[in-house]
C-alpha cells in the first residue's frame, strides 16, 4: 500500500489514441461513394433498371458529406482529449501536416510540373493535358487550401470542372476548419463545445438555405448553386455534428441514454434523404412540375433540382443521419452486429486505409485514362461496349486502390513515423506522491481520408 500511494500515476487521456476499425469502414464506403459518383457516366444504359441505378451512382458524391462528419468527430475528440497537454497546439498541427500534405503537395505538384514538362518538350497531347490542369492563375488557391472559394471570387466554376483537381475543394473546407477549430475547442469550457458545434452547424444549415433561397429555384443553376454548395460556411454542419458526437461519446451517461435512439435517428434521416432522391429521379415531370409549375421551359436539369433540395434541406438530413450513424459505429465497435461485421470485414478494411490516398488519385487517374486510353476503344456492338466500360470501371477502381496501397506502404507511411515526436504532453503534477505517466497511444486511423 505505502509503494502504491509513492508511486500512484494519473494517466492522461487515451480515447483519441484508440483506432476504431469500423469508422474505417465508414471511410472506405464514403470514398468508394464518391469514386462511382465520378464514374457514373460509363455505367451502360441498357434500359430502365440501368439508368436508374445510374442515376443513383451519381449521387455518390454524399460520400464527402460522410467524410466531413467522420473528420468532425475524429478530430474534435483528439482536441478534447488533449486539451491539457502543453503541446496542444503544435501536436496537432504538426500531425495533421505530416498526414494530408505530402500526399496533397506531391500530387499538385506533380501533375503542374507534369504538364510543364510535356508542354515544354512539345510533346503530342500536352495541350490536352494542360487543360485538365487548373488555370494558372488560379493555382495559388490550390497551395493555399483554398480551392473551393474560387467559384466566388471569380463569379464562376465552369473553368474548374474539368480540372483533375477540382476534388480538392473538400479538403480546402476541412483544413479551414482544422486552422479555427482548435482555438474554439481550447477556450471554450468543455461543457460548452458541444453547444457551441451545434449554433455553428445551425448557422450553416440558415445561411446555405437563405442563399438559396435568395437566387430562388428559377436561377438557382449552375455555377450558382455549385457556389453555394461549395462555400465553406454552408458546408460546415457535417464537420460540427461530428463534433457534437464526440462530445456525447465522451460523456458515458448521456451516451447510454440516446444509444437506443441512434439507429432510429440514422434511419429516419437518411432514410428521408434516400426518399426524396427516389421520387426526384423516378417521378422526374412531377418533380419538376412542383418545383417550376407548368411551363417545362423553365426547367432545369435533374442535377439542379437534386443540388436545390440539398441546400433547402438535404444536406442538413445526411449532417444528422450521418452524425447519428458515426455515433453508433463508435458506441458499438466491441459489438458483433450484422453493422460492425460489415464495417470490420476484410473487404472494407484495406479501402478504409487507403481511402485519403483514393480519394486524392481517382480523380487525376480518371482524367488521364479519359485522355490516354478510353478513345482508343471504339466497340461498336452493344455487347461489347458493355463489357469495355464495366471493365474501364473496374480498372479505375482497382487501379486507384493499387496506387494508393504504393503510395502508402513506400511514401506516406515513412512520413507518419515522425508522428511519434508530436504525441500528447502532459505537465507533471506539482505533489511529488502524484506523477504524470501519459499512457503509449496505439497509432489511430485519423486521417481525414
Not at 481550447?186 to 450553416?204: E, F, K, M, N, S
Not at 412540375?289 to 440539398?310: K, T, V
Amino acid at each position: 500500500m505505502a509503494a502504491a500511494a509513492q508511486t500512484l500515476s494519473i494517466s492522461a487521456p487515451l480515447k483519441s489514441g484508440r483506432k476504431f476499425q469500423s469508422l474505417d469502414g465508414l471511410r472506405a464506403i464514403a470514398a468508394l461513394l464518391v469514386i462511382f459518383h465520378h464514374l457514373h457516366d460509363y455505367f451502360p444504359i441498357l434500359g430502365w433498371p440501368t439508368y436508374y441505378l445510374s442515376r443513383f451512382v451519381q449521387q455518390g458524391w454524399i460520400g464527402v458529406d460522410l467524410f466531413f462528419v467522420l473528420s468532425g468527430f475524429l478530430i474534435t475528440g483528439i482536441l478534447i482529449d488533449t486539451r491539457a497537454a502543453t503541446n496542444y497546439f503544435s501536436g496537432f498541427y504538426a500531425r495533421r501536416v505530416l498526414r494530408i500534405f505530402p500526399l496533397y503537395y506531391l500530387v499538385l505538384v506533380g501533375l503542374i510540373a507534369t504538364g510543364a514538362l510535356l508542354t515544354w518538350r512539345h510533346v503530342s497531347g500536352a495541350a490536352e493535358f494542360a487543360r485538365l490542369l487548373p488555370l494558372p492563375q488560379d493555382r495559388w488557391t490550390y497551395f493555399c487550401f483554398l480551392t473551393n472559394w474560387i467559384g466566388l471570387w471569380k463569379a464562376h466554376w465552369d473553368s474548374h470542372f474539368a480540372s483533375i483537381l477540382a476534388h480538392f475543394w473538400s479538403l480546402a473546407i476541412e483544413e479551414q476548419f482544422y486552422l479555427v477549430w482548435p482555438f474554439m475547442v481550447w477556450l471554450a469550457p468543455r461543457r460548452a463545445v458541444p453547444w457551441i458545434a451545434g449554433t455553428l452547424a445551425l448557422v450553416a444549415a440558415v445561411v446555405r438555405g437563405a442563399w438559396a433561397m435568395h437566387f430562388g429555384p428559377y436561377h438557382l443553376v449552375l455555377p450558382i448553386s455549385i457556389e453555394i454548395q461549395l462555400a465553406t460556411i454552408c458546408r460546415l454542419d457535417g464537420l460540427f455534428l461530428g463534433a457534437i458526437g464526440a462530445c456525447i461519446f465522451r460523456n458515458p451517461q448521456l451516451l447510454a441514454r440516446l444509444r437506443r435512439w441512434l439507429p432510429w435517428i440514422a434511419t429516419l434521416f437518411l432514410g428521408a434523404f434516400v426518399a426524396v432522391v427516389t421520387f426526384m429521379v423516378v417521378e422526374r415531370d412531377l418533380t419538376t412540375y412542383l418545383i417550376y409549375g407548368s411551363d417545362f421551359r423553365l426547367a432545369h436539369p435533374m442535377e439542379d433540382q437534386i443540388l436545390l433540395f440539398s441546400q433547402y434541406g438535404g444536406l442538413s438530413l445526411m449532417a444528422v443521419g450521418f452524425g447519428a450513424l458515426v455515433l453508433l459505429a463508435a458506441a458499438t465497435e466491441d459489438q458483433r452486429s450484422w453493422m460492425q461485421r460489415l464495417l470490420q470485414s476484410r473487404i472494407l478494411a484495406p479501402f478504409g486505409k487507403y481511402s485519403y490516398g483514393m480519394y486524392v488519385y481517382h480523380v487525376p487517374l480518371l482524367g488521364i485514362a479519359n485522355l490516354a486510353l478510353y478513345p482508343r476503344f471504339h466497340p461498336h456492338a452493344l455487347a461489347q461496349r458493355v463489357l469495355w466500360n464495366c471493365s474501364y470501371i473496374g480498372f479505375i477502381v482497382a487501379a486507384s486502390f493499387a496506387i494508393s496501397a504504393v503510395s502508402y506502404e513506400f511514401f506516406e507511411k515513412k512520413i507518419l513515423r515522425f508522428k511519434r515526436h508530436f504525441e500528447a504532453r502532459y505537465p507533471q503534477a506539482r505533489h511529488p506522491l502524484f506523477v504524470v505517466h501519459p499512457r503509449p497511444r496505439t497509432e489511430s486511423s485519423l486521417s481525414t481520408r
